[in-house]
């Protein structure tokens, strides 16, 4: 019943800046961490941030952080993706992923996932 739409992907030039959103619905979906992976083809999906049911702890990929800042909406069951400075390596399916734990590395399936937003990168 757990329903993730991402939003916000695109083309933007190298250097830019795009923010990702993505929204919830379904039956306790508040009380879940959310957060984001990518994915390139051929490639295995790369973990990039995950935030806590609250809103307030957050959790990173060392290759992102700095660059790439993850927010919750706590009313609206919305996460958010800030991603600055991007470059074509950053080109992927973006993908929101909801589970019990913010620690999304682990290598259990998460609970729920999106479908994606593409995000292309040009130099």
């Known amino acids: 019943q757990v329903r993730l739409v991402e939003s916000g992907g695109g083309l933007v030039q190298a250097g830019g800046s795009l923010r990702l959103s993505c929204a919830a619905s379904?039956?306790?979906?508040?009380?879940?961490?959310m957060g984001w992976f990518r994915q390139q083809p051929g490639k295995e999906r790369e973990f990039l941030a995950a935030?806590?049911?609250?809103?307030?702890?957050?959790y990173y990929a060392d290759s992102v952080r700095g660059r790439f800042t993850i927010a919750r909406d706590t009313a609206n069951n919305t996460i958010f993706l800030q991603m600055n400075n991007l470059n074509p390596e950053d080109t992927a399916l973006y993908l929101c992923?909801?589970?019990?734990?913010?620690?999304?590395?682990?290598?259990?399936?998460?609970?729920?996932w999106g479908q994606g937003t593409q995000v292309t990168v040009f130099s």
């Open positions: 379904g039956r306790f979906v508040h009380t879940y961490a």
């Open positions: 935030v806590g049911w609250r809103g307030t702890d957050t």
């Open positions: 992923a909801l589970d019990n734990t913010i620690l999304m590395t682990r290598p259990t399936p998460r609970r729920a």
